[in-house]
């Protein structure tokens, strides 16, 4: 099984919507969880963090953890072009970082 | 601060031949991790390191893969012999360890290997 699994993609959104993406992991000892985008060309950079369970919301992005179920989510509100990238999830084991493969986000015009 | 700095940003080299990257972790910062991406595997953690010791090398692939940390500022991954499978982008990572918080990963701007 493996460790962080995400649906490669691509996702299609329309302009204005929500994109939601999702993540699960195998490590029930995970701690923290964390969503980096990256632009074709460039490193990851981090979007948004979460570690317990609940919602966090952090201007149009919201992160979702649920821990029972082993699963991780982000949703993107008012969806803009420049949303476009690939979203990967991280999970932290005992400061061990694994990513998953990575969403990629199409959001069109 | 400047970041996480990898060198060289790219690398064209031929099978067989060694190489070296780079990279200067964030100045105060304890972990250090190495990373590989290529399309079809994703992000791969190769190695990471916490106060310059090696904790788990456990995704390294291979034997031609060795990683050092001589000091709190600089670490290396070799690849010797290369292979043009190892051909992919390489990720400098790091982040501190400060009591009772969760932190983010800082990443360098990458080494893009070709291995011909």
């Known amino acids: 099984q493996k460790e962080v699994e995400q649906n490669s993609g691509p996702l299609s959104v329309p302009e204005g919507a929500i994109a939601s993406l999702n993540c699960t992991y195998s490590d029930r000892g995970s701690q923290s969880f964390f969503w980096y985008r990256q632009y074709s060309g460039k490193s990851p950079e981090l979007i948004m963090s979460?570690?317990?369970?609940g919602d966090k919301e952090d201007g149009r992005f919201t992160a979702q953890l649920n821990k029972a179920s082993q699963y991780v989510s982000l949703l993107i509100r008012d969806s803009q072009p420049s949303d476009s990238a690939t979203y990967l999830c991280?999970?932290?084991?005992?400061?061990?970082?694994?990513f998953g493969k990575g969403t990629r986000l199409h959001i069109l015009p | 601060d400047a970041g996480v700095i990898q060198s060289p940003r790219h690398e064209v080299t031929e099978m067989g031949q060694e190489v070296t990257l780079r990279c200067k972790p964030i100045?105060?910062?304890?972990?250090l991790f190495w990373y590989r991406q290529t399309m079809m595997r994703g992000l791969e953690l190769l190695i990471y390191f916490n106060n310059n010791v090696p904790i788990d090398d456990s995704g390294m692939p291979e034997d031609r893969f060795s990683a050092k940390m001589p000091n709190a500022s600089f670490s290396t991954l070799k690849i010797q012999p290369s292979e043009p499978r190892d051909s992919a982008v390489y990720f400098c990572a790091s982040y501190p360890m400060q009591a009772g918080s969760y932190n983010e990963q800082f990443f360098g701007p990458g080494t893009r290997l070709t291995v011909l």
């Open positions: 991280a999970v932290n084991t005992n400061d061990k970082i694994i």
């Open positions: 100045s105060g910062h304890d972990y």
């Open positions: 979460i570690y317990s369970n």
